[in-house]
């Protein structure tokens, strides 16, 4: 007989995602997690972590190590980096002033060093969840519910913006695993032709509020920061359509014009 109010130790449930645990106590562990559904919440982001890491750096671990990386090229090159380090320093100050220059909502190429890895991130879990026929999402637009969860798991207000006007219906969203490890939220959205983009909310470190334009093959995005919380649109490689998609979410998300009106 299985004892489903045994708890379940963190040090377990990793080792259940990562298929390490005993048969038996495994199934003391499922049991567990039928009863509790945080837990099993974690269990699944950590599930989908893990397969984005598999999908995204799998090619890499399996190839050779490339030339530039040799130890003895790399020893050489070590004198050349304290003057690099400095001139990088003094380029980093000059690019940041001028982008201030930008102002509030304005497109800037490329996210800032904060905001790579978010959308990183946003672009992996696009290009995977997008391409699902049956799964594409875990919790569908019309549940009540959606939009709170979300908010919960991720520690801040959030709000499936309307982008009906391009053709776009909310299909729903899902939680995912986020930068260090926090909660992360995506929305998905579809057209009638059956294009998808996507809408990823995550606690960033950069707040700066300029759109960010990044292109990854036949897929891009566009960041931006609000606060503590960045927000990422991912869609097709079109970057006039893109870019309007994610200034109309910006406007509908941004909170200082929200609090105004309140």
């Known amino acids: 007989m299985i004892d489903r109010d045994l708890p379940a130790t963190d040090d377990e449930l990793h080792a259940y995602v990562d298929g390490e645990l005993p048969p038996d106590r495994r199934k003391t562990v499922e049991a567990w997690l039928a009863?509790?559904?945080?837990?099993?919440?974690?269990?699944?982001?950590w599930g989908a972590h893990a397969e984005l890491i598999r999908v995204r750096y799998g090619g890499a671990a399996r190839s050779p190590v490339p030339a530039r990386l040799d130890l003895a090229r790399l020893a050489r090159a070590e004198r050349k980096w304290t003057?690099?380090?400095?001139?990088?320093?003094?380029?980093a100050f000059l690019v940041g002033g001028?982008?201030?220059?930008?102002?509030?909502?304005?497109?800037?190429?490329?996210?800032?060093?904060?905001?790579?890895?978010?959308?990183?991130?946003?672009?992996?879990?696009?290009?995977l969840y997008v391409a699902e026929v049956r799964h594409p999402i875990e919790v569908p637009a019309e549940a009540s519910h959606l939009v709170p969860w979300l908010s919960r798991r991720v520690g801040s207000t959030l709000r499936a913006p309307d982008l009906a006007t391009f053709g776009l219906k909310l299909m729903g969203g899902r939680l995912l695993p986020g930068h260090s490890g926090k909660p992360a939220a995506m929305f998905m959205y579809e057209s009638a032709s059956g294009e998808r983009y996507?809408?990823?909310?995550?606690?960033?470190?950069?707040?700066?509020?300029?759109?960010?334009?990044?292109?990854?093959?036949?897929?891009?995005?566009?960041?931006?920061?609000?606060?503590?919380?960045?927000?990422?649109?991912?869609?097709?490689?079109?970057r006039e359509r893109l870019i309007k998609i994610a200034q109309a979410a910006y406007e509908q998300l941004d909170r200082r014009t929200t609090r105004g009106n309140s």
């Open 98 to 127: 001028a982008s201030g220059w930008f102002g509030r909502g304005a497109l800037v190429s490329g996210p800032p060093p904060a905001a790579t890895s978010v959308t990183a991130e946003a672009l992996d879990a696009h290009k």
């Open 35 to 45: 009863t509790h559904p945080d837990d099993a919440a974690r269990v699944a982001a």
């Open 198 to 238: 996507t809408l990823y909310c995550a606690r960033s470190a950069a707040p700066e509020t300029a759109l960010h334009y990044n292109v990854a093959g036949q897929v891009a995005a566009v960041y931006w920061g609000d606060g503590d919380v960045g927000f990422v649109v991912s869609g097709p490689a079109d």
């Open 83 to 91: 003057w690099m380090a400095a001139a990088a320093v003094v380029a």
